[in-house]
């Protein structure tokens, strides 16, 4: 515990220093076309996502996602979670190492049209019983703007850590600006696995943006099938900062 409370520390502090921008994108399970920009780094925490599924509720603290910028238009993204269940096991769940590029630039690069990227990469092996193995995931993304919504659509699939058995994924984000540094969000987002009920689910939620550094989120999820858990509450930040100090 003090090693992460020292490494959140550092965070704030280089957050504080720096003045690069937080785009990163919590709370959803799809993504949007944009990459962070060369040397520039997007840290997404979620410090609580509450869970419930078959009466039992799972905690998951912390969970996140790391965004580094390696050259224009390509980013790589390294993510995972930590569980803890009602009998107090503790287990690391969805690491995954991603190259993301920007193949088109659009409305999200300040450009006329529809920006379009593609995020692929290795699902790595968790330490929950059955998925010790390694996947593979792909997915292309689509942003547009039809104003005054921002949508952005997921579609892709892979082969999961267990038996490498092949499945879908499937999303649509859509964001509405209310105020200057307010957004009501809103997510619709399935999976299907061979062998396995299809995971549909929808949330609704809120990012505000005190600063340009930093972004804070809430949201609800519920499930819309039966292989989704009922209801999931998170809530967490966002930090955008140099990887370089003294970096502008």
């Known amino acids: ?93 969805d690491p995954a190492l991603f190259v993301k590029a920007v193949l088109r630039e659009g409305v999200l690069q300040e450009r006329e049209g529809m920006s379009v990227a593609i995020e692929t990469g290795p699902l790595l092996p968790s330490t929950v019983r059955g998925d010790g193995g390694v996947g593979f995931e792909t997915i292309g993304i689509a942003s547009v703007r039809v104003a005054p919504l921002t949508i952005h659509v997921n579609l892709g699939g892979g082969l999961d850590r267990h038996a490498a058995r092949p499945f879908g994924f499937w999303g649509i984000i859509g964001e509405l600006p209310v105020r200057p540094r307010f957004r009501l969000v809103t997510e619709i987002t399935g999976e299907s696995l061979q062998g396995a009920r299809a995971n549909n689910s929808a949330l609704i939620g ?43």
């Open 206 to 248: 809120v990012i505000w943006q005190p600063s340009p550094k930093v972004s804070w989120d809430a949201a609800v999820r519920h499930g819309i099938s039966r292989g989704a858990p009922d209801w999931e509450f998170t809530t967490g930040v966002t930090f955008g900062f140099a990887a370089t100090p003294g970096q502008r």
């Open 1 to 93: 515990m003090r090693c992460t409370y020292g490494a959140v520390a550092w965070v704030v502090v280089a957050v504080l220093a720096s003045s690069v921008p937080a785009q990163a994108y919590r709370p959803f399970f799809s993504t949007d076309a944009a990459v962070a920009d060369p040397k520039e780094i997007e840290l997404e925490l979620g410090y609580l996502t509450l869970r419930r599924e078959s009466a039992q509720n799972t905690f998951l603290v912390p969970s996140a996602v790391l965004n580094f910028g390696l050259r224009r238009n390509v980013e790589l993204v390294a993510e995972f979670r930590i569980t803890e269940g009602a009998g107090s096991e503790v287990n690391v769940v």
